[in-house]
Every structure is written in C-alpha cells, then in structure tokens.
C-alpha cells in the first residue's frame, strides 16, 4: 500500500499522560500536515512540513504540542499532559510541492480518547 | 483558519436519485476540494479543482470551481448505496498558505 499510513489507529490515555502519533507519508511527498476532527466538524488544520521544515502552525497548536519531521520523511506529533479537551481524531496528509496541484491526500487517522 | 459554509447538513435520499450539494466562503480561494469520509476512515480525496469556472467530473461526480472563487458545487447522479457517507469541501489559497480550510460536511444517506 503506498498511501498515507498512521500509528497507532486507536490510543485511549488517562488525562495528564503523554502520547505520540506517527505519520508516513506517501514516499515521494515532501509536504506532510497535520489537522485535527472532532464529531461533527471538518477536520482543522494544525501544521504543516515541507521537508523537514515546518513551516505553518496554527493557534490551535498549544505549547502541550509538538511535531517534528526530524528526516523530512515519516512525522511525528506528541501531546503532553493531556487533557478530556484532545479527544479527537487525528489526521495526516501528505502532497508533493513539485506538482502545481494542492492536492493532499489523508491517511486513516489516529483516533484519540483521553479519560 | 476560517470554516467554509456548506450545505445541505444532511440529506436522505432514495437511490437512482441525483444529489446536489455547495460549499461558500467569505474568503477568495485558487484551490477547491471535494472530499468524502466513511466513519471511523480519513478523508478521501474525490474531485479537485483549480480555475474558476472550471467543471471536473469523475465518474458519476461532478463538480464546479464557482466563478466568484467563493463558492464550490459537488453533484452526484444516480446516487448508489455505496455513496453513504460524509462529503466535505475544502478550500485552499495558496498565496496564504497550505492549510485547507472545510467546511462541517454534508451527511448523505442512500436508500435502496
């Protein structure tokens, strides 16, 4: 399978607890982002890579957040202290800079659950 | 980032049934994008579209960039059980950034 792949696709953490996500994204894309869904909502965007810059953060990415693309491969994003307000779920997307398209393409999602 | 009004919230349908849904911004956009998510699954990405005015179509959907640049229209024809799911548009100006705006997603229901 060559799309976006995410791990785990399921945490459940108790409140204070620290976890961390993985992304890889399709092997040839040099941008990966980051977005957060809750039910009922379209997914928000949280941040954005171009390689192993990142580039774009928003508001929504409190200091309790942290992403990293250390190789400008795979990426992670770890939230400390959690709190009941981080259930969501978790998506990651990837596209190619080089195409002149702004087409990014999801992987399955990490869907969190903070007691 | 803004949220993109889109509507229908929910529509439920019989199949064999076109469907029509449409997706505003108060913002200017280059990028239009018509998604679709099956529970507990990412975003698929279905339609994308890039001038305005242009029509793209993909099998039994079709969409349009509005010609205001505000706007997107997503049509489904002879709807099928298999196109249960939530349908999100997003929105990108890439003079800005890279981050997609969506809207809240059109919930569609197909009978048999």
């Known amino acids: 399978d060559t799309g976006v792949s995410q791990d785990p696709r399921h945490k459940i953490t108790k409140r204070g607890q620290n976890v961390t996500f993985r992304c890889d994204p399709i092997?040839?894309?040099?941008?990966l982002y980051w977005y957060r869904q809750t039910l009922g909502q379209g997914p928000e965007f949280l941040t954005y890579?171009?390689?192993?810059?990142?580039?774009?953060k928003s508001r929504l990415l409190s200091d309790r957040f942290s992403a990293e693309r250390p190789k400008g491969s795979f990426s992670t994003l770890e939230i400390q202290r959690t709190e009941q307000g981080d259930s969501a779920m978790y998506l990651c997307a990837s596209s190619f800079r080089e195409s002149s398209y702004n087409e990014q393409f999801f992987g399955p999602g990490t869907r969190l659950t903070v007691l | 980032g803004q949220q993109l009004n889109q509507s229908p919230q929910s529509m439920f349908i019989q199949e064999g049934e076109d469907v029509s849904m449409n997706c505003t911004s108060s913002?200017?956009?280059?990028?239009w994008l018509w998604y679709k998510q099956d529970p507990g699954e990412g975003p698929v990405l279905l339609i994308a579209l890039y001038k305005a005015g242009e029509l793209t179509s993909n099998g039994r959907l079709t969409a349009q960039f509005g010609i205001t640049r505000k706007d997107s229209f997503l049509n489904i024809s002879a709807s099928i059980p298999s196109d249960v799911g939530i349908y999100f548009c997003?929105?990108?100006?890439?003079?800005?950034?890279?981050?997609?705006?969506f809207g809240k997603g059109t919930s569609l229901l197909v009978t048999p």
């Open positions: 997003a929105g990108l100006n890439s003079n800005s950034g890279y981050a997609l705006n």
């Open positions: 890579f171009q390689n192993e810059a990142q580039l774009e």
């Open positions: 092997s040839e894309h040099n941008r």
């Open positions: 913002s200017i956009f280059n990028t």
